[in-house]
């Protein structure tokens, strides 16, 4: 079969600067529990945690708040009610003060349970009031698992139901599958990240890495552009409106979870498109009743789309999720004409002036033409940064 073909390369991808600064809330919850007296590498746990907790702290611009909350702290598992109930904050929140984080983190040994539902749930009391608005984030780290009967995941669903919001960022050292599926899921419902620790420096890392993301916040909204026509598309493929194309576009609607916009385009053969989308520093949470919860957060702003094909079971040929203050390019071909659909929306929830995408077709013009070499020797140079069509055809073989 004889052909034009068509070349497209691209290689994308742009991330924003961050910046550091007082509007940062965090707090530390480290487990003193029993397990934590256990001898890793020549090292107890517990004293792999304090030296952790002491380098996460060293990330912390000076005027950062922070909190400090241990649980198993100072009953022991012989007492298993009031073990149960061990949490407290040992440092309430203040400007970051590493000598006496140091000497706090000293002044207990690992007894009891671990009651990590307990602690969160204790933890949403120790943000001031005017912390509301802020960033606000709690590093859980643990060696083990829920051991008194509560549920962490629901703690955390149930307080940003109540517009309690917050970022739970999740550290597990030498746990077990079954502790790291809990303090995943934890992570997940706040709206954090895991971290796997194996190991003393491998925890170093990770509270550090945590850390550092919790204690960098985006920049404020000035410098970041929020145009693009609102627009709504359609509940489903039979509603699917007309993708408006070379024009930024952005939802007009909070998106939730799992729901999606949809857009429908039609393509030639071998035609190419560009779709582009980019985060900008908002975020939201969605609540069951409806209610939406913004922030600015550095873990808060998502986008996702995604592109089917119009047949029976509308397969999917390609999908994008981006991240925190993220854009990037994706160069869409089509080897038959035919209607397709882009879908907006994802795994987390969009907020309405957080996700901006914008789709392009591409056009070709004499200067966008290349002849290549028909050997190795012969090989013309390659230009970057160019959509390009090879000027001749090519068989089969």
Same mark, same amino acid.
């Given at each position: 079969m004889i052909r034009s073909t068509l070349l497209t390369i691209a290689v994308l991808g742009f991330s924003f600067p961050l910046a550091a600064g007082a509007d940062n809330y965090v707090e530390y919850i480290v487990d003193y529990s029993g397990s934590m007296a256990k001898v890793d590498s020549g090292q107890r746990q517990v004293d792999s945690a304090r030296t952790a907790l002491i380098k996460g702290l060293a990330q912390a611009p000076n005027d950062s708040k922070i909190a400090l909350r241990f649980y198993g702290h100072r009953v022991s598992k012989d007492q298993m009610e =009031?073990?149960?109930?061990?949490?407290?904050?040992? #440092?309430?929140?203040? %400007?970051?003060? =590493?000598?006496?984080?140091?000497?706090?983190?000293?002044?207990?040994?690992?007894? /009891?349970?671990?009651?990590?539902? $307990? +602690? #969160?749930?204790? +933890?949403? %009391?120790?943000?001031?009031?005017?912390? !509301?608005?802020? +960033?606000r984030t709690i590093i859980l780290l643990s060696d083990g698992e829920e051991t008194c009967g509560g549920d962490p995941v629901e703690v955390i669903k149930q307080l940003k139901e109540k517009g309690f919001n917050v970022t739970v960022h999740t550290i597990g050292f030498n746990v077990d599958a079954k502790t790291q599926a809990l303090l995943e899921a934890i992570a997940e419902a706040g709206n954090g990240r895991y971290f796997d620790a194996k190991g003393a420096d491998q925890l170093y890392q990770a509270v550090e890495e945590a850390s550092k993301e919790s204690f960098t916040i985006d920049k404020t909204s000035t410098d970041f552009d929020h145009g693009g026509r609102a627009i709504r598309g359609g509940d489903d493929f039979a509603s699917a409106i007309e993708l408006p194309f070379g024009e930024l576009l952005k939802l007009d609607h909070h998106q939730r979870k799992k729901e999606y916009d949809y857009f429908y385009f039609d393509l030639e053969p071998y035609e190419t498109i560009s779709l582009f989308g980019k985060t900008l520093e908002l975020g939201v949470n969605i609540l069951p009743d409806g209610r939406s919860i913004e922030s600015k957060s550095s873990s808060a702003p998502r986008g996702a789309f995604e592109v089917r094909r119009d047949s029976d079971n509308k397969p999917l040929l390609w999908s994008n999720h981006i991240g925190k203050f993220n854009e990037n390019t994706h160069l869409f071909h089509a080897h038959e004409s035919?209607?397709?659909?882009?879908?907006?929306?994802?795994?987390? $929830?969009? $907020?309405?002036?957080?996700?901006?995408?914008?789709? !392009?077709? #591409?056009?070709?013009? /004499? !200067?966008?033409?290349?002849?290549?070499?028909?050997?190795? !020797?012969? +090989?013309?140079?390659? #230009?970057? /940064?160019?959509? =390009?069509?090879?000027?001749? $055809? =090519?068989?089969?073989?």
């Amino acid at each position: 079969m004889i052909r034009s073909t068509l070349l497209t390369i691209a290689v994308l991808g742009f991330s924003f600067p961050l910046a550091a600064g007082a509007d940062n809330y965090v707090e530390y919850i480290v487990d003193y529990s029993g397990s934590m007296a256990k001898v890793d590498s020549g090292q107890r746990q517990v004293d792999s945690a304090r030296t952790a907790l002491i380098k996460g702290l060293a990330q912390a611009p000076n005027d950062s708040k922070i909190a400090l909350r241990f649980y198993g702290h100072r009953v022991s598992k012989d007492q298993m009610e =009031l073990s149960c109930k061990d949490t407290e904050v040992v #440092l309430p929140f203040g %400007n970051t003060d =590493l000598v006496r984080a140091r000497e706090v983190s000293s002044l207990y040994e690992p007894r /009891g349970y671990t009651p990590i539902a $307990h +602690a #969160l749930l204790q +933890a949403s %009391n120790d943000f001031p009031s005017e912390s !509301e608005g802020r +960033a606000r984030t709690i590093i859980l780290l643990s060696d083990g698992e829920e051991t008194c009967g509560g549920d962490p995941v629901e703690v955390i669903k149930q307080l940003k139901e109540k517009g309690f919001n917050v970022t739970v960022h999740t550290i597990g050292f030498n746990v077990d599958a079954k502790t790291q599926a809990l303090l995943e899921a934890i992570a997940e419902a706040g709206n954090g990240r895991y971290f796997d620790a194996k190991g003393a420096d491998q925890l170093y890392q990770a509270v550090e890495e945590a850390s550092k993301e919790s204690f960098t916040i985006d920049k404020t909204s000035t410098d970041f552009d929020h145009g693009g026509r609102a627009i709504r598309g359609g509940d489903d493929f039979a509603s699917a409106i007309e993708l408006p194309f070379g024009e930024l576009l952005k939802l007009d609607h909070h998106q939730r979870k799992k729901e999606y916009d949809y857009f429908y385009f039609d393509l030639e053969p071998y035609e190419t498109i560009s779709l582009f989308g980019k985060t900008l520093e908002l975020g939201v949470n969605i609540l069951p009743d409806g209610r939406s919860i913004e922030s600015k957060s550095s873990s808060a702003p998502r986008g996702a789309f995604e592109v089917r094909r119009d047949s029976d079971n509308k397969p999917l040929l390609w999908s994008n999720h981006i991240g925190k203050f993220n854009e990037n390019t994706h160069l869409f071909h089509a080897h038959e004409s035919g209607r397709f659909y882009l879908l907006v929306g994802g795994d987390y $929830h969009i $907020h309405k002036d957080g996700f901006q995408f914008l789709a !392009e077709r #591409l056009s070709f013009s /004499g !200067e966008d033409r290349i002849k290549g070499g028909i050997t190795r !020797e012969s +090989a013309s140079p390659l #230009l970057f /940064g160019k959509t =390009l069509k090879i000027d001749t $055809h =090519l068989g089969s073989d």
